[in-house]
């Protein structure tokens, strides 16, 4: 929590606890209850609006839960004379209701997204700063091009949708080529947090990447939110198996990543990682 806290990007932070681990699920009357009497989460938690810009995503009905009601009712108190603002990423058909729901006082403002939660991740890449994108791929103007229109194709591998996927593949594969014939060090892609490029390092790994490079799929593999991103990691780690085998040590991270991206995915994608698992041996 306090790494978080100090801006460490690296750190997820769950307020309600892990699905994994049910001593931590805050759930029913009884665990809010307890999590409201817990000091140190309490206090992080209004920490982070008063240090920080909040972008709540996915809270529709969500600010009634008793934990941020509470700090709703804090912020109103609080920091209604700040000049500081948070957001509330919302469908076009929510935001009227939803601006009737949060006074001015909270400092919270709705935010359209779209007409349909499939436009939520294309949105949230226009919020990444073009400072993302480090100085030295800049001038890489085609392989920019080519990562935003991956992002653009779509969040999911919809059932039957083989078009769809081709075309996301194809643009994987163009973009491998160009960090192979541009000779773009992957470890400059690697600092950036742009999906889509790594979408390309992903596959440009599996194509010509040496075997110590499974360590940067397995490093991009906790932070891929997206079904096209993860999606190349699983291409990477089969064509670099395919070229240069899998000492078991490293066998065992690779199984840790698989298993960090079956989180929250969908059926297409944990079949697509069932398909890698058993390609590579784990079972």
Not at 173 to 182: D, G
Not at 250 to 278: G, Y
Request: hydrophobic share 40%.
């Amino acid at each position: 929590m306090i790494e978080f806290v100090k801006g460490d990007d690296t750190t997820l932070l769950h307020f309600h606890g892990l699905f994994r681990d049910r001593k931590t699920v805050v759930l029913g009357k009884s665990s809010y209850a307890k999590h409201l009497r817990k000091k140190l989460p309490q206090f992080f938690q209004k920490l982070l609006p008063t240090l920080n810009t909040l972008v709540f995503i996915g809270f529709g009905e969500g600010m009634e839960d008793p934990n941020f009601s509470a700090l709703m009712k804090w912020m109103k108190g609080q920091l209604k004379d700040s000049g500081d603002r948070h957001y509330r990423l919302c469908l076009d058909s929510q935001q009227r209701e939803y601006d009737r729901q949060l006074p001015e006082r909270v400092r919270i403002y709705n935010v359209s997204f779209g007409s349909s939660h499939a436009e939520l991740p294309a949105f949230i890449e226009t919020l990444v700063p073009k400072t993302a994108i480090p100085m030295g791929l800049r001038e890489h103007t085609p392989l920019i091009h080519l990562a935003n229109a991956h992002l653009a194709v779509g969040p999911q591998n919809f059932p039957g949708d083989s078009a769809r996927g081709k075309y996301r593949n194809d643009l994987a594969a163009m973009m491998a080529r160009y960090i192979e014939q541009a000779q773009i060090p992957f470890g400059e892609i690697m600092k950036t947090r742009h999906e889509g490029l790594r979408a390309g390092l992903a596959r440009a790994i599996g194509k010509i990447g040496a075997a110590d490079d499974i360590n940067l799929l397995i490093e991009m593999a906790p932070h891929a939110l997206l079904f096209n991103l993860r999606h190349q990691i699983l291409w990477g780690m089969h064509d670099l198996h395919q070229r240069h085998g899998t000492d078991p040590a490293r066998l065992k991270r690779v199984a840790a990543a698989l298993e960090q991206m079956s989180f929250n995915a969908d059926k297409p994608l944990l079949d697509k990682i069932a398909e890698r698992r058993s390609q590579l041996g784990l079972g």
